[in-house]
């Protein structure tokens, strides 16, 4: 498929909204990169784990015109296929779009004035409903803090913190660490735990089977179960943008984690331990010689995220050690293309589960 081109005439200039979808990989990559402060959250090659996992169909959405950009990665979803609302619509109507799991929203550069941001939104939301693309929900990101800039066209929300270690250098990874934390670091050495990393089909294989354990354990949701396709995405797709680090102990793996990363920062993407082993604190060994390493090969940053819902949670409390002076909060954002639509879906969702829930018609 070829690239979908709108132009867009605003006041006295024009401007150009570009679709970009998974197939064009070269081309999506290429306009990625050319933002000074993107991220592997909007490379084709993180998505189409995501695609495979039944996420939507992945879109990069490129607005620009003589003197500014922006940029956005979409997963379109068709709301006919939603659980809440089978065989109440038909399927190939209405479609919307949600930030791939993870962190997203539009990066903007260039001449951010009034009437460049304005023209840019009109044509964003003029596309989306022309192509009924009823609604968006976004997940900002944190570090690059893009909500700032977009206040102004998405209901916007802070939720609550998230966890930023600085990469600096060694010395200030230890100074932020808190003692605590640094006492299990230190338990865990005198354990005779050793941090390795690599990535390799042996070693996913290992991942996913000590992930599924750690989802059975905390009963989580069904989302959070991923096929071997999906790993085996992230080893092909991802090579230049992830490693598996792992705790060992005698021999035995104990606790892996994902990392990815990208432009100089790095990523705690999924996570995972044997439960019998917990007590020699393997993951705070590991986090800490991952930080170590990305200090050592120019990363300037590694995020932890959150807690569960951006609950101060025990996940939350966990990651907030590696970090006692983080300050990064996380936002999301919410956008209604086709109001009369939405609110026809809205009424047609008789399950309601969650008042809170964007959006709604699938809460």
């Not at 169909?57 to 068709?78: G, Q, S």
């Not at 066209?153 to 660490?177: A, C, H, P, R």
């Not at 996380?330 to 829930?357: A, D, P, T």
């Amino acid at each position: 498929m070829s690239t979908q081109s709108y132009n867009f005439l605003t006041g006295n200039s024009w401007g150009q909204l570009e679709i970009i979808t998974s197939n064009q990989a070269e081309e999506w990559n290429k306009i990625v990169k050319s933002f000074k402060d993107h991220d592997v959250y909007y490379l084709i090659d993180y998505v189409k784990a995501f695609q495979i996992h039944g996420d939507g169909e992945p879109i990069l959405n490129f607005y620009h015109d003589h003197d500014f950009k922006a940029m956005n990665v979409t997963m379109k979803r068709d709301i006919g296929c939603s659980p809440n609302l089978v065989n109440k619509i038909p399927i190939d109507t209405y479609y919307d779009f949600t930030t791939p799991y993870g962190y997203g929203g539009f990066l903007v550069e260039g001449a951010q004035t009034k009437e460049n941001m304005e023209k840019f939104n009109t044509a964003y939301c003029e596309y989306c409903s022309k192509h009924n693309i009823v609604c968006e929900f976004v997940r900002f990101h944190p570090v690059l803090e893009n909500a700032r800039s977009l206040t102004d066209f998405y209901e916007v929300t802070e939720l609550g913190e998230t966890i930023l270690m600085d990469l600096s250098n060694q010395e200030v990874i230890w100074k932020n660490i808190t003692s605590k934390n640094r006492n299990m670091i230190r338990k865990a050495q005198k354990s005779g735990v050793k941090i390795y990393w690599g990535r390799s089909p042996e070693l996913f294989e290992v991942f996913a089977d000590i992930y599924t354990e750690t989802m059975d354990k905390d009963k989580a949701d069904s989302y959070y179960y991923f096929k071997p396709s999906f790993y085996k995405s992230v080893l092909n797709d991802l090579k230049d943008n992830s490693l598996i680090f792992y705790a060992q102990q005698k021999n035995e793996i104990i606790a892996m984690s994902i990392i990815l990363f990208c432009n100089q920062q790095m990523h705690y993407h999924l996570s995972a331990s044997r439960q019998a082993y917990l007590k020699y604190a393997p993951t705070n060994l590991l986090l800490y010689e991952a930080a170590c390493w990305g200090a050592e090969n120019g990363f300037k940053t590694l995020h932890l995220g959150g807690g569960l819902g951006s609950c101060e949670d025990n996940l939350y409390k966990f990651k907030s050690a590696f970090n006692r002076n983080s300050d990064v909060r996380f936002s999301i954002g919410k956008k209604i293309f086709v109001n009369k639509i939405y609110e026809e879906l809205k009424q047609l969702n008789i399950f309601k589960n969650n008042e809170n829930f964007f959006p709604e018609y699938r809460g």
